[in-house]
């Protein structure tokens, strides 16, 4: 398929995770291994390649507990070919229209306030949404004066979209070199 017919079929209604997920996170316990990262995802694509995405993390492997809801849209870049599968592209997802955190569990709204606020972000309160466009907030890996990009994969097989799994390390997709290799659990098409 190329990236024509995939936009097409991108639009037709939203993509959301199947159950909730599991990835490497940055975060590494005191040991050094990598803790898990537990999360859901929901993507719309729209006309004029932007699309907007709700990602919500949870404390638990089942979705029972969530901890943070990010809503962020943006434009997709595509990109050349990917290797992996015969009509993968490359997708660089850039959050320069709205980037917005709830944070949902008190016991993070309290760690996070534990340091004084900065960079024109107000203190946390429970479910309360507050804008981080190009915003710094260091515990999401977040940098003032630059739009949150991640350098992705995708690929649509069968009414199923695959992004590109986390690297097994827990590195973020911050760079191009740090591009996905392999495809992540699918979205499922609701439409």
Not at 19 to 43: N, Q, W
Not at 84 to 112: C, H, M, Q, R, W
Not at 116 to 131: D, K, M, R, Y
Request: proline share 8%.
């Amino acid at each position: 398929m190329n990236i024509d017919k995939i936009k097409q079929q991108l639009v037709k209604g939203d993509w959301v995770s199947i159950a909730p997920e599991i990835r490497p996170s940055t975060v590494k316990t005191a040991t050094g291994d990598i803790k898990p990262l537990y999360c859901s995802r929901r993507f719309s694509y729209f006309q004029a390649d932007t699309f907007r995405l709700i990602f919500i993390n949870y404390a638990d492997p089942f979705g029972k507990a969530p901890v943070v809801e990010m809503r962020i849209e943006g434009h997709v870049h595509y990109g050349a070919e990917h290797p992996i599968a015969p009509g993968a592209y490359e997708a660089d997802y850039v959050a320069d229209i709205s980037f917005d955190i709830t944070i949902l569990n008190p016991a993070f709204v309290a760690a996070l306030n534990a340091g004084a606020p900065s960079g024109g972000i107000s203190p946390w309160e429970l479910n309360v949404p507050q804008s981080v466009l190009s915003k710094s907030v260091p515990a999401f890996g977040l940098k003032a004066g630059e739009y949150f990009t991640e350098y992705d994969l995708i690929y649509l097989h069968e009414n199923l979209l695959f992004n590109g799994s986390r690297n097994i390390d827990g590195r973020p997709f911050d760079k191009p070199a740090n591009r996905p290799t392999n495809l992540q659990i699918p979205l499922i098409l609701l439409a």
